[in-house]
């Protein structure tokens, strides 16, 4: 079974952008199309989340400045991948994590 891919992106005040992934082991038979739905469901306006809160690492730009710059991340795609894992938790702990948070 190949492992989950999750692409994200911060985006500062200026409109710079640094992406990033975090690929899980995928140990759960879930489909893209129901993990992107759920995914969806817990973003704030469908879009954002605090990478801190979704147990993911923040990848904020050099420049970035707490007055100014927003500290939400962009929520970019989900897909299989053959790369190896990169998570410090499991697919299953973040499925049961976005499970029990709250949607926006």
Aim: no cysteine; proline share 4%; aromatic share 20%.
């Amino acid at each position: 079974m190949p492992n989950i891919k999750f692409n994200y992106l911060y985006r500062d005040s200026a409109n710079y952008k640094k992406l990033d992934w975090v690929i899980f082991k995928n140990d759960l038979p879930i489909g893209i199309d129901e993990l992107e739905t759920l995914i969806r469901s817990k973003l704030i306006d469908g879009q954002w989340f605090y990478a801190d809160q979704w147990q993911l690492p923040e990848i904020f730009l050099a420049s970035f400045d707490f007055k100014i710059d927003p500290t939400w991340h962009e929520f970019e795609s989900v897909e299989y991948t053959d790369g190896a894992a990169n998570s410090a938790i499991t697919f299953s702990e973040f499925i049961q994590f976005l499970k029990n948070i709250n949607g926006y």
